[in-house]
């Protein structure tokens, strides 16, 4: 099992984390249908300055107030030919035919491009920061040993979600026709996005009515030995999960590849949701064989998250 743990985990770490880290020039996503607006290098008091894009629906303004949800890994999610793997996950195709259906209120996305401190800034930094600082430096010197560019600097996940909170957020707010009440917004990602969303919801619980984690990044780094982070986690969640009824939680996993490490970790978080209260009407986990860890693969099942976090 370690052996084939190291294996998967250094390709994947190649050919997906690191991948996403860059931060290649900005350029305008063309999308099939709704447009983006952009904003290129957002400047923040929190965090280095990013590429943020905003999704509008085609009816956009007519059905004002509209829900929004705030996702991770923003320049993986509209236009395949400006990735760096060519992959996206087609956003605004899947949520333009689920309004049009019916099967979600009128919704706009907004995308927050990563940088090249991704890890640091979606690694969760309070249940981390729940061991012995001795601990806390071991993980990490782990975490690098052959993958430098993992943790690039010090975990400031908390400084990442202010500037989500107190600084972006209002500025959507300013400039769109939301509502920007807790029932209509969401936060999504996959991977480290995925712990970064649960983090979000629970850091920020009226703040963020749902959270959507695809192929949840239980394990944290790519170290089998001596990584407290799957328990540090889950004890977090057990002490700090919002109650179920003001919010929704979708989880799911694939079982290829790197998200085939997930399940075991992904059941024990299931039998702690439903311990917490949390039922079929405010969450859903789901197992997706076949899937592997990759945008193709999030984008094949996006619809059932949406429908599921905004119907």
Not at 284 to 306: N, Q
Request: aromatic share 14%.
């Amino acid at each position: 099992m370690s052996a084939r743990y190291l294996a998967l985990s250094m390709l994947c770490v190649i050919l997906h984390f690191f991948g996403c880290q860059t931060e290649p020039e900005f350029n305008l996503p063309t999308v099939s249908t709704g447009h983006i607006e952009a904003y290129p290098s957002f400047s923040s008091n929190y965090v280095p300055s990013r590429d943020i894009v905003v999704w509008l629906p085609e009816d956009y303004p007519t059905q004002a107030p509209y829900q929004v949800v705030y996702m991770h890994d923003g320049q993986m999610l509209f236009d395949s030919s400006t990735t760096w793997n060519g992959q996206e996950w087609g956003v605004d195709e899947t949520l333009s035919d689920l309004i049009k259906q019916g099967d979600v209120s009128p919704t706009i996305v907004v995308g927050i491009s990563n940088t090249s401190n991704r890890h640091s800034e979606y690694f969760p930094q309070q249940p981390f920061e729940n061991q012995p600082k001795a601990r806390q430096d071991s993980l990490i010197a782990h975490a690098k040993r052959g993958l430098s560019n993992l943790f690039s600097t010090e975990i400031y996940s908390d400084r990442y979600l202010s500037f989500l909170v107190n600084e972006l957020k209002p500025h959507i707010d300013s400039i769109y026709a939301t509502s920007p009440i807790q029932d209509h917004t969401f936060i999504a990602g996959s991977s480290m996005g995925g712990l970064i969303s649960l983090y979000a919801l629970i850091e920020y619980p009226e703040t963020f009515g749902g959270a959507a984690c695809l192929s949840t990044h239980w394990i944290g780094t790519f170290e089998s030995e001596l990584n407290d982070f799957p328990s540090l986690y889950l004890d977090y969640i057990k002490d700090n999960l919002p109650e179920p009824e003001k919010h929704k939680i979708y989880f799911d996993y694939g079982t290829v590849g790197l998200d085939s490490l997930y399940e075991p970790y992904q059941l024990e978080v299931d039998e702690l949701m439903v311990t917490l209260g949390y039922s079929d009407r405010n969450w859903l986990s789901r197992k997706f064989e076949g899937a592997d860890h990759s945008e193709r693969s999030w984008k094949a099942r996006l619809s059932t998250p949406l429908k599921f976090l905004l119907n």
